[in-house]
């Protein structure tokens, strides 16, 4: 499968942003999905993952309450929807996807990623 992922931009602290992840060239439902970042020398990070039925999505304690995952089968797209962002949250964005693994933290369960789309939060 083949992610593509837009999104990314500028923004002050407090605002919003919208990351979509578009996939093709795979079957969606069968595909764990997750959202992983990575800021200036730092390790690539966990933030939000969504099960294949869409159900029990999971979340980085950093972005919990802000962060929302969800996936649209119609589509063939994940979201991440950001509020009150920080600047802590600048970062390369990733979308990935996991054809057998269960829903995972570890990037290391993924298979597919996307190119990345940066996201800077100035204060």
């Known amino acids: 499968v083949q992610l593509q992922a837009s999104g990314g931009g500028l923004v002050q602290a407090g605002g919003s942003l919208r990351l979509s992840c578009a996939a093709s060239?795979?079957?969606?439902?069968?595909?764990?999905l997750g959202w992983f970042r990575q800021g200036p020398g730092k390790e690539r990070e966990f933030v939000a993952g969504?099960?294949?039925?869409?159900?029990?999505?999971s979340y980085a304690d950093a972005v919990k309450g802000r962060f929302t995952i969800s996936r649209d089968s119609a589509k063939n797209t994940v979201y991440l929807q950001m509020n009150s962002l920080k600047p802590e949250d600048t970062a390369v964005y990733y979308c990935?996807?996991?054809?057998?693994?269960?829903?995972?933290?570890?990037?290391?369960?993924?298979?597919?990623w996307g190119q990345g789309t940066q996201v800077t939060v100035s204060s």
């Open positions: 990935a996807a996991a054809r057998f693994s269960a829903l995972s933290t570890m990037p290391t369960r993924y298979d597919y």
């Open positions: 060239g795979g079957t969606f439902s069968s595909y764990v």
């Open positions: 969504i099960s294949r039925s869409g159900g029990s999505p």
